[in-house]
């Protein structure tokens, strides 16, 4: 069976990304020096080796590294090579690396939108196939908004940058098509009804999880709704913390609810 994604805005999200290669670019030019080697809140990385995970996964949509990416078993840990190799660089080598990929991906994605490429469907390591176009775009804006937001910006003690409707629905529609592979490969055991979806706030919206494991729209009845903030689903649908622990209702079965969320852990 072949799962169904949620259709991406394209053009959106070329502006999504420009928007958060602005922010990227404004917050890492302001930070100090001892600021740019200190600690993330990714696990084993300081604030260089994020941007230049970054940097990395924006040069591989469009040189031979992507290949590596396409065929690899696990994408969490093909993205540690790149950053170990980058380690030794200068500042300087990885904002420059930063500056000219991003910029690059950018106008690939916005090519390829144009383009009957961008429905091709691509497979990326172990999370399923996906639209080139929703690729580029989804996973770029994704990392830029939730690294910055999550792992950069808290653990130096700084202000979290802004962002809108347009943004959130661009890492919202990433990260929605991510769990639908998900549940697809790996049906979540005991999920035997239909659970509900709902992100509230800027760029949300509601997506059903359906007992065959796949997410798409429906009218249909649930067994259980799970509402949330927009906002906070990059945090806790990355387990970057508990959903016990964030603003998450749940109403009908709670049961079933809980079997599924405990399983969201979108890459």
Do not use: K
């Amino acid at each position: 069976m072949s799962n169904r994604l949620p259709a991406a805005d394209l053009p959106n999200m070329v502006a999504a990304l420009r928007a958060e290669r602005t922010e990227m670019l404004d917050f890492t030019g302001s930070l100090a020096d001892d600021e740019w080697t200190a600690p993330s809140a990714a696990a084993g990385w300081c604030i260089a080796d994020v941007v230049a995970h970054i940097g990395a996964t924006a040069r591989s949509f469009y040189t031979p590294a992507g290949l590596r990416t396409i065929f690899a078993a696990s994408l969490e840990r093909v993205n540690e090579d790149p950053v170990g190799r980058r380690r030794d660089r200068s500042r300087a080598d990885v904002m420059a690396e930063y500056r000219r990929a991003s910029r690059r991906a950018t106008a690939l994605l916005d090519a390829v939108r144009r383009t009957p490429a961008a429905r091709v469907r691509v497979r990326l390591a172990d999370l399923g196939r996906y639209p080139v176009g929703l690729m580029i775009g989804g996973a770029l804006v994704f990392d830029h908004h939730t690294h910055l937001r999550h792992d950069m910006a808290p653990a130096l003690g700084r202000p979290v940058p802004p962002t809108d409707a347009d943004r959130m629905r661009a890492v919202l529609t990433w990260m929605i098509a991510v769990l639908s592979n998900q549940v697809a490969q790996a049906p979540v055991a005991g999920l035997d009804a239909r659970v509900a979806l709902t992100l509230t706030g800027p760029g949300g919206g509601t997506w059903w999880i359906d007992e065959a494991g796949c997410l798409a729209p429906s009218s249909g009845a649930v067994a259980a709704h799970v509402t949330a903030p927009a906002l906070t689903f990059p945090d806790w649908g990355t387990q970057r913390s508990s959903w016990r622990d964030s603003d998450v209702t749940v109403t009908g079965d709670t049961e079933l609810a809980a079997r599924f969320l405990d399983t969201v852990n979108v890459i």
